[in-house]
């Protein structure tokens, strides 16, 4: 019998009906996230009739703040519980306590940062990823990797293209200001700052399938540039505008 990835007791939750504990974890999360980003750091949302409302997406945006995954559950109306991350499976997965433990509190799907013989396939993670969208799910992806310094975004980096174009779901590009003043990296606690998030019409992606490795690799790179570019162009109008009400 062949083996699956879904089988593996250390996965197979991703793919399943949230248990109660995270359902009310994800309650409470909910509660106190839109408790905060409606009143103590308001949240302005532009483009909401842009979110597919048939088909699970990928949601990609700017990354400067801790508050980025909670401020973009919020935009959506979708909640907490609707939406994945990719998790460095070595960290995340291969210890067994932080495993138990964070399966009932966040929706992680393990991917390998290292080659080894303990790595999982990126064709694996793609399967667990399909399977947790199977339930009408979402995955968040920040292309730039890592948080970048306040009012600074890095280089787009080519995963979020990947998945979109091997999972065949659409990706929604927002983007985000405010956030990196709001809660920005190495700082312990939020300010009373206004956020403004844009959310930008879906990208389709090309059928991978019927693409040479050449073509794959050539769509890749031009649509990961294309996002790179809307993204970038968004929060420039964004801080040019809220400039213009300041002044």
Known sequence: ????????????HIAEPKSILFQIFSFIFDLYANTV???YTPVKVIGRENIPKDKPFIFVSNHNSHMDIAI???????????FGFLAAKDYWFDNNFRR???????????????????????????????????LGNNIIIFPEGSRGEPGKMQRFRKG???????????????????????????????????????????????????????????SLSKLTKELETNITKAVKEL?????????
Not at 101 to 126: A, V
């Open 239 to 247: 801080e040019k505008d809220a400039s213009s009400e300041i002044s």
């Open 72 to 82: 973009l559950a919020y935009a959506t109306r979708m909640g907490y519980e609707k």
């Open 1 to 12: 019998m062949k083996y699956s990835i879904l089988e593996d007791p250390r996965y197979k």
């Open 160 to 218: 979020a293209v990947k998945f979109s174009m091997g999972l065949d779901v659409p990706i929604l590009p927002a983007a985000i200001i405010g956030a990196d003043k709001a809660w920005p990296k190495g700082e312990k606690w939020m300010q009373s700052v206004p956020i403004t998030v844009k959310i930008l019409p879906k990208m389709d992606p090309p059928k991978s399938e019927k693409l040479s490795e050449s073509a794959f690799n050539k």
């Open 100 to 134: 138990r433990f964070f399966k009932n509190l966040i929706n992680l799907i393990p991917i390998s940062r290292k080659q080894n013989p303990e790595s999982l396939d990126l064709d694996d993670t793609m399967v667990l990823s399909k399977a947790f969208m199977d």
């Open 37 to 39: 980003l409606t009143f």
